[in-house]
Each structure stands twice: as C-alpha cells, then as structure tokens.
C-alpha cells in the first residue's frame, strides 16, 4: 500500500509564502514524476508544477516565478514553495506521483488527500 501525505496548507495573506510537503510511503521500486494539482471552488482540478526523476520540471503559466517544485529523492518527499500569493492561488492543493510498484515494470499513479490553502486578508 501506497500513502501520500501532504502538510504545509494553511490561511495566508495576499503576498505571503507557504511550503507544501507530501511523503511518499509504503511499497514500491521507486518514483517517477511527482507533481502538484489544485482545485479551486467551482473549478476543476489542474496541474500546478510537476518535477520528473531527473529533476526536470514544468509549471503552470499562472505560478511560473512565483512557485518552485523540488523533491529530496532520499526522503521520497516533493515539496511546492509559493511565493506572492494571490486570491486566485486559494484551493486544495493534492500531492501526485508516478511509481514503480514492488515489481519494477508495473508502474502506478497516486494522489494524496489534499491539503487546503487560503489567501485572503
């Protein structure tokens, strides 16, 4: 069984910073992409940032010089640092990850629980 968990959410005002965590548990060979998604409140989900195993990494137009993708491999952990939020950043924020189960050829994809965040003053 595979777990993600995600931390770091929270209420922030508009200009402020939060850094999100999300650990990767359980059984597996190894992992592949990992990647951020949000959902705000009546919309649907889309990709924040993504970051693939050799560290390469793609954002979303609306968080590009605002937001940083970073995994440490070691610790099977991705991180998103958001920088100057603003309003239209508020809503849950979901870990995802491709991996490679316990036989290394079956690949697999898993989303965490979410975490929320709120920029409002």
């Known amino acids: 069984q595979v777990q993600l968990v995600e931390s770091g959410g929270g209420l922030v005002q508009p200009g402020g910073s939060l850094r999100l965590s999300c650990v990767v548990s359980?059984?597996?060979?190894?992992?592949?992409?990992m990647g951020w998604y949000r959902q705000a409140p009546g919309k649907q989900r889309e990709l924040v940032a993504r970051?693939?195993?050799?560290?390469?990494?793609n954002y979303a137009d609306s968080v590009k010089g605002r937001f940083t993708i970073s995994r440490d491999n070691a610790k099977n952990t991705v991180y998103l640092q958001m920088n100057n939020l603003n309003a239209a950043d508020t809503g849950v924020y979901y870990c995802?990850?491709?991996?490679?189960?316990?036989?290394?050829?079956?690949?697999?994809?898993?989303g965490g629980q979410g975490t929320q965040v709120t920029v409002s003053s």
């Open positions: 359980g059984s597996f060979s190894s992992i592949d992409a």
């Open positions: 995802n990850t491709d991996l490679r189960g316990v036989i290394p050829w079956k690949r697999y994809n898993y």
């Open positions: 970051i693939t195993s050799d560290g390469s990494t």
